[in-house]
């Protein structure tokens, strides 16, 4: 597993949950040898998933050898051959189909609204949720074919938030399902920032004018005028009310 580039590799004989608690940093992969290997690592999953004291990356249980034990079943193999199944299994929930986060366009971008948003990454969307809860009318100008942001062009299988959950919960924006069933938490992975935020552009869809460019803002105290070249139609103004 080291020469796969897993982060650490512990051997545990035993009940291991103790030593494996405070692992939220990388994606944890429990690998059970053997019949009883296998319990004792499904037996250590279900504690780390009953344990509410940090929020803690998905974690991955393998067994080897052993069926009829939860988790992804692997025959006994040479060691190159597990390893490589092991860091598979491990790595699934760590990627994001980025094609989610494309958004078809609903139609050109209107010649008048009260608010122009510039850009779909994470502040633009929320933005234009809240104006839009708050009444006004709103275009979101994406030069990009999808949204996220710089999320969606820079973060990888490893990339996680540096702060706690409040600077990047979107349970409020996206529904009282998607809350419920919403990704975010505490160091959020990129996948799961990405899944969210693709919830959060789906609801926006009809807001949100991909392959837009913004040019130029004329005007002032309000009044202003947004000129724009689209990607799709022909190069136009967008006048803020």
């Not at 008048?112 to 809240?130: F, P, W």
């Not at 969606?152 to 009282?176: D, H, P, R, W």
């Not at 009809?206 to 803002?217: E, M």
Request: hydrophobic fraction near 45%; include cysteine.
């Amino acid at each position: 597993l080291k020469g796969l580039r897993a982060h650490f590799v512990e051997v545990f004989v035993g009940d291991c949950f103790e030593a494996l608690r405070w692992a939220v940093d990388v994606p944890l992969a429990l690998v059970g040898i053997g019949t009883q290997g296998a319990r004792m690592a499904e037996l250590t999953m279900q504690r780390l998933g009953r344990d509410r004291a940090v929020a803690r990356r998905p974690s991955t249980l393998v067994t080897v050898g052993a069926d009829g034990i939860g988790g992804l079943s692997v025959p006994r193999g040479t060691a190159a051959d597990v390893a490589e199944a092991v860091r598979d299994a491990a790595m699934t929930s760590t990627s994001f189909d980025k094609r989610s986060l494309v958004l078809p366009r609903c139609g050109p971008p209107p010649e008048q609204v009260d608010v122009v948003v510039v850009g779909a990454g994470l502040l633009g969307m929320i933005t234009a949720k809240r104006c839009l809860d708050a009444g006004f009318t709103v275009a979101v100008l994406e030069q990009r074919p999808l949204v996220g942001g710089i999320w969606s062009m820079y973060a990888n299988g490893t990339s996680q938030v540096n702060s706690s959950e409040g600077g990047y919960c979107l349970k409020e924006f996206i529904g009282e399902e998607g809350g419920k069933n919403g990704d975010n938490r505490d160091h959020s992975t990129a996948a799961e920032v990405l899944r969210d935020f693709a919830k959060l552009g789906e609801s926006l869809k009809r807001h949100i004018f991909t392959q837009v460019k913004v040019v130029k803002v004329l005007g002032s105290a309000g009044d202003y005028h947004v000129l724009f070249q689209d990607g799709v139609g022909p190069s136009a103004a967008a006048a803020v009310a």
